[in-house]
């Protein structure tokens, strides 16, 4: 049974730093990317951060160019997104989410509408003022 569970979500300080991670187990993900997606409240999920397992190439949304940066541990099977320069807009439930990387290259996994292999629950990131 595959799993992703998220964790290091919080309460932050606007210009803050949190890190998440995304600890996946049940299957090897050689050939997936995984990555983050949020969703603020009354909006749409939309796509932060992936990265290919193989390789190691990252992807972002020009929302967070800059200030997240997305990295895995191939010995603890996690994903990270360490994040800085928190504003009030980044506040929002975290997704991890893994799919094939070759969705990647075609756009594909970055669109929130396109179903993912693999969800986790999410975590709760607040940026507050």
């Known amino acids: 049974q595959v799993q992703l569970v998220e964790s290091g979500g919080g309460l932050v300080q606007d210009g803050g730093s949190l890190r998440l991670s995304c600890a996946a187990s049940g299957r090897t993900f050689s050939s997936y990317a995984m990555g983050w997606f949020r969703q603020a409240p009354g909006k749409e999920r939309e796509f932060v951060a992936a990265?290919?397992?193989?390789?190691?190439?990252?992807y972002y949304a020009d929302a967070v160019k800059g200030r997240f940066t997305i990295s895995r541990s191939i010995a603890q099977n996690t994903v990270y997104l360490q994040m800085n320069s928190l504003k009030l807009e980044d506040t929002a439930v975290y997704y991890c989410?893994?799919?094939?990387?070759?969705?990647?290259?075609?756009?594909?996994?970055?669109?929130?509408?396109?179903?993912?292999?693999?969800w986790g629950l999410g975590t709760q990131v607040t940026v507050s003022s």
């Open positions: 989410a893994a799919d094939k990387a070759s969705k990647v290259s075609v756009g594909l996994w970055q669109f929130p509408h396109s179903p993912h292999d693999f």
């Open positions: 990265i290919r397992w193989s390789g190691g190439s990252t």
